[in-house]
């Protein structure tokens, strides 16, 4: 019970984190399309967020099994303060460029390629068994929170005091929430290998030798081939159509709503939806086989892109709303299968390299998105939401087919 309480209270100093690191990333966001008004740039931001994740995820794996988890988030937060405050730096003296904010982004992206993982390993060694599956659930709605604060606060700092201070709260932040965690008895178990190229392997030989696993990894990948098309295309939808069926609303009832405080609502309101499902998952534990929350998972979030294709606002919000309600449907299910098939020992280096496999197309959805760039952003949502569909029902029907019968009861 005392190592669950512990997992808990490092999921809520990460959430701490995230909310700092959300604050910055939409302020960045709004820097770059005020400043340079294409979607190509708002992809370039998002490539450099997610590019070194993938290519760098397989070996940091290596790293967590080989190295104290607790040193591990303490020089990875110590590591984003003193890159946050470079950040700082440029814009408190107006001095920021693009090449700026592309090095920040692989920064961020080269310790999330640590943090996610470790923390994932940690549920394993801090939480019982039978509890696994809702403590996911619990830290999907948890990561919900910080992710729905993150660009309300933003938004409003940004409104209030500029850039400068939201950055600045980001950088601090992450110093503050190290301090903690001196006293945590974190477990280690740290694995010394013969070489990096054999723990690799290692890794790969896991995730060959098990049909489900390998039957995860593909519908993962065929998810965040199309997961940036919302996310990158959220801002453009909000200056150039909704924001226009809020402002005579909001006009009417005295007070003036810019796109940017919008934008930072309304990517507050993804992140809600992820909370509601966070919290109706780990209350009900989703459907009893997990075949069928994935099902229910990967064909909603193709329609939630559909229906946020919707020039109008409110329409939009029912999509934003879906999208997130689905993610912990996908991911809590996901981990669970994966800490229960793969030994404590060796998850480090499984799901850096699960997780490289995965999301190595999300930088593919995004030079689909630069290619498609020149035409209106609702088009292209309308196009990777039917695409998401069919791609996703096939590799449901064909792991199904694959494994015969793939259904782990909960």
């Given at each position: 019970?005392?190592?669950?309480?512990?997992?808990?209270?490092?999921?809520?100093?990460?959430?701490?984190?995230?909310?700092?690191?959300y604050?910055?990333?939409?302020?960045?966001?709004?820097?770059?399309?005020?400043?340079?008004?294409?979607?190509?740039?708002?992809?370039?931001?998002?490539?450099?967020?997610?590019?070194?994740?993938?290519?760098?995820?397989?070996?940091?794996?290596?790293?967590?099994?080989?190295?104290?988890?607790?040193?591990?988030?303490?020089?990875s937060?110590?590591?984003?303060?003193?890159?946050?405050?470079?950040?700082?730096?440029?814009?408190y003296?107006?001095?920021?460029?693009?090449?700026?904010?592309?090095?920040?982004?692989i920064?961020q992206?080269?310790?999330?390629?640590?943090?996610?993982?470790?923390?994932?390993?940690?549920?394993?060694?801090?939480?019982?068994?039978?509890?696994?599956?809702?403590?996911?659930?619990?830290?999907q709605?948890?990561?919900?929170?910080?992710?729905?604060?993150?660009p309300?606060?933003?938004?409003?700092?940004?409104?209030?005091?500029?850039?400068?201070?939201?950055?600045?709260?980001?950088?601090?932040?992450?110093?503050?929430?190290?301090?903690?965690?001196?006293?945590?008895?974190?477990?280690?178990?740290?694995?010394?290998?013969?070489?990096?190229?054999?723990?690799?392997?290692?890794?790969?030989?896991?995730?060959?030798?098990?049909?489900?696993?390998?039957?995860?990894?593909?519908l993962?990948?065929?998810?965040?081939?199309?997961?940036?098309?919302?996310?990158?295309?959220?801002?453009?939808?909000?200056?150039?159509?909704?924001?226009?069926?809020?402002?005579?609303l909001?006009?009417?009832?005295?007070?003036?709503?810019?796109?940017?405080?919008?934008?930072?609502?309304?990517?507050?309101?993804?992140?809600?939806?992820?909370?509601?499902?966070?919290?109706?998952?780990?209350?009900?534990?989703?459907?009893?086989?997990?075949?069928?929350?994935?099902?229910?998972?990967?064909?909603?979030?193709?329609?939630s892109?559909?229906?946020?294709?919707?020039?109008?606002?409110?329409?939009?919000?029912?999509?934003?709303?879906?999208?997130?309600?689905?993610?912990?449907?996908?991911?809590?299910?996901?981990?669970?299968?994966?800490?229960?098939?793969?030994?404590?020992?060796?998850?480090?280096?499984?799901?850096?390299?699960?997780?490289?496999?995965?999301?190595?197309?999300?930088?593919?959805?995004?030079?689909?998105?630069?290619?498609?760039?020149?035409?209106?952003?609702?088009?292209?949502?309308?196009?990777?939401?039917?695409?998401?569909?069919?791609?996703?029902?096939?590799?449901?029907?064909?792991?199904?087919?694959?494994?015969?019968?793939?259904?782990?009861?909960?």
């Amino acid at each position: 019970m005392k190592k669950e309480k512990e997992f808990i209270t490092i999921l809520i100093l990460e959430c701490i984190s995230v909310i700092g690191s959300y604050m910055t990333t939409y302020v960045l966001n709004i820097w770059t399309w005020h400043r340079f008004g294409t979607v190509s740039t708002l992809v370039a931001v998002n490539m450099a967020l997610m590019l070194p994740l993938v290519v760098i995820s397989p070996f940091s794996g290596i790293l967590i099994d080989r190295v104290g988890k607790k040193r591990l988030l303490i020089v990875s937060n110590t590591i984003m303060a003193i890159a946050t405050f470079l950040l700082l730096n440029a814009f408190y003296f107006d001095k920021l460029t693009m090449g700026e904010v592309i090095v920040y982004g692989i920064a961020q992206s080269l310790v999330n390629s640590l943090k996610t993982p470790l923390i994932t390993s940690l549920t394993s060694s801090m939480v019982r068994k039978e509890n696994i599956k809702r403590i996911n659930g619990l830290a999907q709605s948890t990561l919900a929170v910080s992710q729905i604060f993150g660009p309300i606060l933003g938004s409003l700092l940004l409104k209030i005091e500029g850039y400068s201070l939201v950055v600045f709260l980001d950088a601090i932040s992450y110093l503050i929430i190290s301090i903690p965690l001196f006293f945590f008895a974190i477990p280690t178990d740290t694995h010394k290998g013969k070489s990096i190229i054999k723990d690799l392997m290692t890794g790969i030989t896991i995730l060959k030798s098990d049909n489900y696993l390998k039957i995860l990894a593909i519908l993962d990948a065929s998810g965040n081939l199309f997961a940036p098309f919302i996310v990158t295309l959220l801002l453009p939808m909000t200056s150039k159509y909704w924001i226009s069926d809020i402002s005579s609303l909001a006009m009417n009832s005295g007070f003036s709503l810019t796109s940017n405080t919008l934008y930072g609502f309304l990517s507050a309101l993804l992140f809600i939806g992820t909370l509601i499902g966070g919290i109706t998952f780990s209350w009900r534990g989703g459907f009893r086989k997990n075949y069928n929350n994935l099902i229910f998972g990967y064909l909603g979030a193709a329609i939630s892109i559909i229906v946020a294709a919707s020039t109008n606002l409110f329409v939009g919000i029912i999509g934003l709303l879906m999208s997130g309600f689905v993610v912990p449907y996908v991911n809590a299910t996901m981990y669970a299968v994966l800490m229960d098939k793969v030994p404590t020992t060796n998850q480090g280096k499984v799901f850096t390299l699960y997780n490289a496999l995965s999301i190595g197309t999300y930088p593919i959805g995004l030079l689909v998105i630069n290619v498609l760039g020149d035409i209106p952003s609702y088009q292209i949502l309308l196009i990777g939401g039917f695409s998401n569909f069919l791609v996703s029902l096939t590799c449901l029907i064909f792991g199904r087919l694959s494994l015969h019968i793939v259904d782990i009861e909960s």
